[in-house]
């Protein structure tokens, strides 16, 4: 088993193999309780093209445990945030690398990472029903928490989506009555 | 060669605090042959309330007593973990004084959650008996509880920053207390969830989920533990005050020896887990340092603070049923957050599930799907309940086969 | 609480509960009412499996739009005389949520309820003290017939 890299040595593993497609690298370090340990955090935003080659790679460095995908919605662009934390199981050496990648709205598709990384399928499903996003080679498409007679384009966590509004009920006010 | 004959039918299984009423729905589609089961389809039946989204439109402080009434049991982990993720997001300090505490409420529920859990199983085996018994020992988890926040379940004790309420002197008392006669119960308890050789047949060997399947599926909390990968968030990463103590993750080989990854495992890391959380809190209580409670007292100022700060930051922390990991992004321009993005433990223990009913028989599926500790309304769900299915079997007949193939082992 | 009453109930309160769409903690609280400490069955006072054979209906939470119909259904399957005790805050108001896209309304919108136990959550005491309430109730109901 090879030793843990260092945080800016992974950050150099990813910018050796990617070169330019690598947006950005930011790493930060905060510490907590009397004895100052610190936890690290890596912040990696990159280009589309690169993303599952990115999660091979990161696969071949050490098998991560992916905690969800966040995503949102930026505008003209939908930004997907891949939370993965790696060297879990060594007392406190774990380290949180999430990885960001755009896509843009006019075409919002992106690679599954279900093949890799099989408990992945439920964080896809969602981003499909709440975001919009196609994931392409999902294994299974269903919807997972909105009901099935929720209006197709209708996407919870958009920003510009102005259909939801007609749906919103404020509570308080019935109780008034 | 003849073709099995399989038949395909729908399980309509309550999962949850279950009691004989209550119901909260989760649809598993078996494919059956005779008794044992082929296949396994989870369809998850919700309780969408639409958290998200509502906490895109409230600000910092609204949101903690939001999260804190997305899972009753879990009413702690989900606002540590937002509070986290905003300190972490605009670089909030936390005073040490606020970090033990935080500890000690955290592991407080931690016990009582186990305890609850270990009910739930005993109830499912049949046991009524044991319920009772655990829930007892958990009342007095919760009069502690009272006594230090105020409430049994919502506690309202966090904020950004720090904590509300310090633990005077005058209430240590009643904490060694609690923790003596929770260690003098916990002997009996192991002896009758351990050394029961009724519990030991409906457990052992039933419902594996092998060491690569936790791996790969990414699988959460004391269930993969069970399995014997290590991943716990307070031994990992370092978090509130927990770098300060020794720890270690509890794998059932600390007790047996081996692993196996069946539900009699995972009765043992969560009963290993609760020792644990009882020589935290004497512990962090012992060691408590002097000094503020909170990083800003006025919450005027820290909100302002929070609107011109721009920054992303996720807060990850251990809940009684594995990781759970908030995202917060602030965009320096108002002080709701851009995106919040809340991720419970159980979501990542679901698939799971398939690899651990495959070959099981009917009457074990309550056992083994109640070893995970789901918890529904921590994934935020809507209830999808399918009319066109063959038949269907309630809770009701599934608990009474599970309770009838106890009755059966005993004789 | 027996004082006055009329002695026409013969038998002890069923209960059923019914989870439209709640965060648990009430759900834990019935639950805890059962539990030696408060334990609520040495009233007769007991949890059955099915609406059909139930007296009162506890409903938690507020009502998600898919059980809007579920709850419904349930309260039409339990046999006269019902009485409908709403258990938390969010099910009588709506608590903190408040505006959602997928909430139906406070459950009085839905169906009529006769006893209201706030709280978040209630204690066990005070779902203890709602149950008895929705007794005396349905008693006087039974006594004028």
Known sequence: MSKNKTPEEIVKYFKEEFKTKIKSAEIKKRTTGSKKKEFVNIWIRIDKSIFKPFVKHLCDLTFPHLAVVSGTDLGKTIELNYHFSIYFGQNLKEISLNMGVEIPKSKPEIETVCDLIPGALITEREKQEMLGVKVIGIPDSRRLFLPDDFPDDVYPWRKDEKGLEKYIKNLHQGAKK | ????????????????????????PVMFEFEIDGERIIDVDVQLGHVHRAIEWTGMRRNPIQIIYLAERI?????????????????????????????YLRVVHGELERIASHMLWAGVAAHEIGFDSVLYLTWEMREKVLDLTEILTGNRVTKAILTIGGIRRDITEDLKPKIAETMKYLKDNYKHLAHVYLDDKTFKLRSQNCGILTYEDALKLCAVGPTTRASGVKKDVRVDQPYAAYSDFDMDYMTPDKLTGEVNGDVYDRIITRLLEVKQSIELIEQAVDQLPAGDLVSEPKIPKLLNYIKKTAGEGIGRDEAPRGEVIHYVKFDGEHEEPYTWKVRASTYNNILPWIPMLKGEQIADIPIVAASTDPCMSCTNRVTVIDQNKRYMLDKEQLHKLSVQKTRRLMK | MAKGLPKSFKKALWVYNCNSGSCNGCDIEIIAALCPRYDVERFGIKLVGSPRHADVLLITGPVTRQQADRVKRV????????????????????????????????????????????????????????????????????AKK
Request: proline share 10%.
């Open chain 3, 75 to 142: 309260y039409e399957q339990m046999p006269d005389p019902k009485a409908v005790i709403a258990i938390g805050n969010c099910g009588n108001t709506g608590d903190v949520f408040y505006e959602s896209y997928n909430l139906v309304g406070p459950i009085n919108e839905i169906l009529p309820v006769d006893v209201h136990v706030i709280g978040c959550p209630p204690r066990p005491e005070a779902i203890i003290n709602g149950v008895a309430k929705a007794w005396t109730k349905l008693e006087t109901l039974e």
């Open chain 2, 1 to 24: 060669m003849a073709e099995k004959q399989t038949t395909k039918t729908t399980y309509q299984i309550p999962i949850g605090p279950i009691h004989p009423a209550l119901k909260e």
């Open chain 2, 71 to 99: 899972c009753g049991i879990c009413s702690f982990v989900h606002p540590f973990a937002f509070v986290r993720a905003v300190e972490n997001a605009c670089d909030i300090e936390v005073p040490e004084r606020a970090n």
